[in-house]
């Protein structure tokens, strides 16, 4: 069976000519001519029960979650959001449902002061389509093709909150009540990296969302810039709730790694920008940790540290 990025490419990965479209398949979001001197970075992600939330969630949750996917892939552009559209496919009219989930939308669309334009409500199986779209001048965006080889890897936050707990829910492992309070806080605090991301360049020009597993998004860039890369384990910061959980080492280290879900920033920069990354990153109140560097193409992917024999491949939905 085809896998999801082997469908795309070979079904709907068409060339595109238009001078006025510079970017579409392949990367966060595609670009498309705006206002003078601008892009708008546009991005489309659609939510699932049973793959990106669980049944019994939170609708607050949901709705947060909903709209952070999309501005985490417009962090990736290192655009800035300006608007988006909602469309709901829903089994009933829940009112209670439809507040809450409303709420946690709206808690997000207002930090980040963005308006919701437009949309589309119909019944069925439910699930939510949120596109986004944002503002990045002209030739700055941060590309997934832009990396070089002596790059310095970042990322923003920390990884594998998102894998403990759905490891959890799906009855994998148990947490202590504690730990499992300190995933619904992680979930609630899943931040927004644009204003950061919108900062980096000409400090950064490369930039992915780590959407599907640190590995399986590296790959994307390694395959677009043509270059190798080196992840050194050791280097990941873990959420507090991995960090706190009573589990084997090497079972914290593969969650951290493998599982998707945190919606974190992945970037590069040359080596001599270092300390004006670190210090942009303060001035946003961003942690980012150095997690290896982008090597030759012939390199291909080399993983330090490793604490047992991992599949270094990401996420996909087939
Ligand atoms: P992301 O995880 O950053 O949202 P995806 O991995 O979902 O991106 O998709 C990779 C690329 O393929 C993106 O550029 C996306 O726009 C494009 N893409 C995904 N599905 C389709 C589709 N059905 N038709 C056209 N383009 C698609
Ligand atoms: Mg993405």
Redesign the pocket.
């Known amino acids: 069976m085809l896998g ?2 082997d469908l ?1 490419n070979k079904f ?2 068409k060339p595109v000519t238009s001078a006025n479209i510079p970017l ?7 670009l498309v001519k705006f206002i003078e001197g601008y892009n708008l970075a546009i ?3 659609t939510l699932n029960e049973g793959i990106h939330f669980f049944k019994d969630e939170d609708p607050f949750f949901i709705g947060y979650k909903s709209l952070l ?1 999309n501005l985490s ?1 417009l962090s ?1 552009m290192g655009a800035e959001p300006i608007f988006f559209t909602l469309s709901l496919t829903l089994e009933q009219s829940d009112e209670k449902f439809l507040d809450l989930f409303a709420k946690g939308l709206f808690s997000l669309a207002d930090k980040v002061h963005i308006p919701l334009i437009g949309g589309n409500t119909t019944k069925g199986p439910f699930s939510i389509t949120i596109s986004a779209y944002g503002k990045v001048k002209e030739n700055q965006a941060l590309l997934r093709s832009n990396a070089q080889v002596g790059d310095l890897i970042f990322i923003t936050g920390s990884l594998g909150g998102s894998g403990l707990y759905v490891k959890y829910k799906n009855k994998e492992l148990s947490l202590d009540d504690n730990i499992v309070n300190i995933c619904h806080k992680e979930g609630m605090s899943m931040a927004c990296r644009c204003d950061f991301a919108s900062k980096l360049y000409p400090l950064s020009s490369c930039a ?2 780590i ?2 597993g640190i590995f399986g998004d590296i790959k ?1 860039v390694m395959e677009q810039s043509r270059v190798g890369a080196l992840i050194d384990c050791n280097l990941i910061p873990y959420a507090l709730s991995l960090q706190k959980a009573k589990l084997d080492e090497a079972l914290k280290q593969k969650i951290a790694l493998l599982s998707g879900g945190d919606y974190e920033l992945l970037f590069t920069c040359r080596k001599e920008h270092r300390d004006q990354v670190l210090a942009l990153a303060k001035a946003c109140q961003v942690d980012v940790t150095c997690i290896g560097e982008i090597l030759e193409k012939d390199l291909g992917l080399v993983v330090k540290n490793a604490k047992s024999k991992m599949n270094f491949l990401g996420y996909e939905h087939f």
């Open positions: 999801e990025f795309i709907f990965n579409s398949v392949g990367d966060d979001c595609a991005t489309t992600d996917v892939d990736a992915i969302d959407s599907d994307h």
